[in-house]
């Protein structure tokens, strides 16, 4: 198995510009979550997908971040506009059954706004 | 709001002795809870999960859980260099996992 695979690994980008983070869950499994961790702020959850149907993305923080979840096998996170304060590392997890088996997390994406 | 709390140390143990991780949770209605290992610049792995009051054991790794307390531990024995890492302790919160800042532990030989 592949684990969950992330796409880019690092992104630097200027701000204002839109940027787009990809994630390939592990197959079978139908929980996907975006979390993003800063030093100050830890691990922040800001959406969840089950079934490819987002139940709860109570943790975007501004309207300037969308996720997407076309099918199964595919999810993206767009930031349009960029800011510097959206510098942080955003990993993407996936689960078969979670209150028995957790997460598996991505490898990450490292973004920095300059 | 549902908040996990840690120490983040740093905690610093010699080789070969037990060290001592914990953390407490608000959500008195939490049922699931689990340690994830973070080293530095690299995803989160899980370790343990536990669900029942009392101890689980797991190689050289014991999680412990008190509901009535809200408290969540992860004991390692034998402590080697290679668990230096930061520890998060994490709770199902009905939808999804909830984190602590986690606690930094450094193993020194």
């Known amino acids: 198995d592949a684990g969950v695979i992330q796409s880019p690994r690092h992104e630097v980008t200027e701000m204002g510009q839109e940027v787009t983070l990809r994630c390939k869950p592990i197959?079978?499994?139908?929980?996907l979550f975006w979390y993003r961790q800063t030093m100050m702020r830890g691990l922040e959850l800001l959406i969840y997908?089950?079934?490819?149907?987002?139940?709860?993305d109570s943790g975007m923080p501004e309207d300037r971040f969308s996720a997407k979840m076309p099918n199964a096998s595919f999810s993206t996170l767009k930031i349009q506009p960029s800011e510097p304060r959206d510098s942080a590392v955003y990993f993407c997890?996936?689960?078969?059954?979670?209150?028995?088996?957790?997460?598996?997390f991505g490898s990450g994406t490292r973004l920095t706004v300059v | 709001q549902k908040e996990v709390e840690q120490n983040s140390g740093p905690l610093s143990v010699p080789e070969g002795a037990i060290a001592s991780l914990n953390c407490t949770y608000s959500?008195?209605?939490?049922?699931?809870f689990f340690w994830y290992r973070q080293y530095s610049g690299k995803s989160p792995e899980l370790i343990m999960s536990i669900y029942s009051n009392g101890d689980k054991e797991d190689g050289r790794f014991t999680a412990q859980l008190n509901k009535a307390s809200q408290y969540v531990s992860l004991l390692i024995r034998d402590s080697q260099p290679s668990d230096s890492a930061t520890y998060l302790c994490a709770v199902f919160t009905g939808t999804a996992l909830i984190f602590g800042k986690g606690t930094t532990l450094s193993v020194s030989s």
């Open positions: 997890a996936s689960s078969l059954a979670l209150p028995v088996y957790g997460y598996t």
């Open positions: 997908f089950n079934n490819n149907v987002p139940i709860d």
């Open positions: 197959s079978g499994h139908n929980s």
């Open positions: 959500d008195r209605g939490s049922q699931s």
